[in-house]
């Protein structure tokens, strides 16, 4: 069995990004994984602009506190002129500030005096500095500047940096065609009516959700039969179009578990078993130039196997450079008493006062305790747990 650390390192190291780019709209690029380095056009912002709602002036006039005429009006979206010595201009947040003029007074303090039909302003609290509530132009990015590298994944901030310097179109990696298969005769769609000793197929409805998380689409190819040509068929055949062929079952040992055998034979397996718990059956292989990810056919370990291991080698299909789960050290605020020669992944959530707790049910075929968890806690192999020792959490994020 190979330790987790161990078959990530070893996969991750295998794994090349599929071929292929494409262009996508910048407001549609959130979760996608750039196939080229942007740089910044332009200066960000692009004009010295007032940080708020009121005066704009020389510094050395607002010194004084004399009374000064309020000569121009500055919205944003406009194109002021010059403002002249010893006048004063009211400007609102994100106006350009003229030129003439190097500080901002907000509102509040500055005292105005109607004389006729000329406004004059004065400030009650002199600036601080000189450029005060002024934004400089180019103080958050300089034109040439690089924003990410490639094989940054990006984010909703990301893509508002982006839209920031004007870029309409983003360059990025193509997502993986991914075919998705569970295996074994006693699973019956949910829908369908259950016939003795049958049960309802959880694994590929769960899949094909955390598939969507992860932004790909995947083609549903079903349900194989246990038959050992029938599987080597579909599997040699999904491997022709797909970039990844992930089944839910048929990689254990037993007499029905022909996913392994097929895989073997059409291509070649380079891992399998993980000295994980749940997720001992986990196997990683190619049929061709396509990557072949085996789960286990237990619901639990299957999502907690795809959680640790498969969707970071999605990840990694999709360019992202360096894919890592977040993960954060708390407190334990529970025993465990009974170490285990595998390392193991508990389900469980932090509590009120910040600790670690576990869900009271850690069988693998409780599937409740993943809907009725909002992490992993990892516990290393051979390790009991006492209250207020540290370990590793894995929240699910979603």
Same mark, same amino acid.
């Given at each position: ?54 005066? *704009?002036? /020389? ?16 919205? *944003? ?47 009650? !609290? ?44 983003? #360059? ?55 038959? *050992?040509?029938?599987? /080597? ?8 179009? #797909? ?14 578990? #022909? ?8 291509? /070649? ?7 994980? !718990?749940?997720? !001992? ?9 396509? $990557? ?36 954060? !050290?708390?407190?334990?605020?529970? #025993? ?41 806690? /990892? ?16 929240? $699910?994020?979603?």
């Amino acid at each position: 069995m190979t330790p987790v650390a161990e078959a990530l390192q070893q996969i991750l190291a295998e794994i090349g990004f599929v071929a292929g780019t494409e262009y996508v709209e910048v407001s549609q690029a959130s979760g996608r994984v750039l196939a080229s380095n942007p740089v910044s056009p332009m200066a960000v912002p692009a004009f010295a602009n007032s940080q708020m709602d009121g005066y *704009a002036g /020389r510094f050395d006039d607002f010194q004084s506190y004399s009374f000064l005429p309020v000569v121009m009006r500055i919205p *944003a979206g406009s194109s002021p002129a010059t403002l002249a010595p010893g006048a004063l201009a009211r400007i609102f947040t994100g106006a350009p500030i003229p030129a003439g003029a190097d500080t901002v007074v907000m509102q509040e303090d500055v005292q105005t005096e109607q004389r006729e039909s000329q406004l004059f302003a004065r400030p009650v !609290k002199p600036p601080e500095a000189r450029g005060q509530f002024v934004r400089q132009s180019g103080a958050d990015l300089q034109p040439g500047q690089r924003l990410f590298e490639s094989g940054h994944r990006l984010s909703s901030a990301d893509v508002g940096l982006l839209a920031s310097i004007g870029i309409g179109q983003v #360059h990025v990696t193509r997502r993986p065609r991914v075919a998705l298969f569970s295996t074994g005769d006693e699973l019956v769609q949910p829908g369908e009516e259950p016939q003795p000793g049958q049960i309802f197929d959880s694994n590929r409805p769960m899949m094909r959700a955390w598939f969507r998380h992860l932004g790909l689409h995947v083609t549903d190819l079903g349900c194989l039969q246990d038959k *050992a040509e029938l599987t /080597r068929e579909a599997l040699a055949e999904a491997s022709e179009s #797909h970039d990844l062929v992930l089944t839910c079952g048929g990689v254990s040992v037993g007499e029905e578990d #022909h996913v392994k055998a097929a895989v073997s034979a059409l291509g /070649r397996l380079s891992l399998w078993k993980l000295a994980m !718990k749940p997720g !001992k059956p986990f196997a990683f292989g190619q049929i061709g130039d396509c $990557y072949f990810v085996g789960l286990p056919g237990n619901p639990v370990s299957a999502w907690v196997t795809f959680f640790v291991l498969g969707q970071l080698i999605v990840r990694r299909l999709e360019g992202e450079r360096a894919p890592t789960q977040l993960k954060v !050290k708390l407190p334990a605020g529970f #025993h465990w008493p009974r170490p285990d020669s595998r390392e193991e992944f508990l389900r469980g959530g932090i509590d009120l006062q910040g600790h670690l707790q576990i869900h009271a049910r850690q069988d693998s075929h409780i599937l409740s305790s993943l809907a009725q968890s909002h992490g992993l806690v /990892r516990v290393p192999a051979g390790t009991c747990v006492a209250p207020g020792d540290l370990l590793d959490f894995f929240p $699910y994020r979603f």
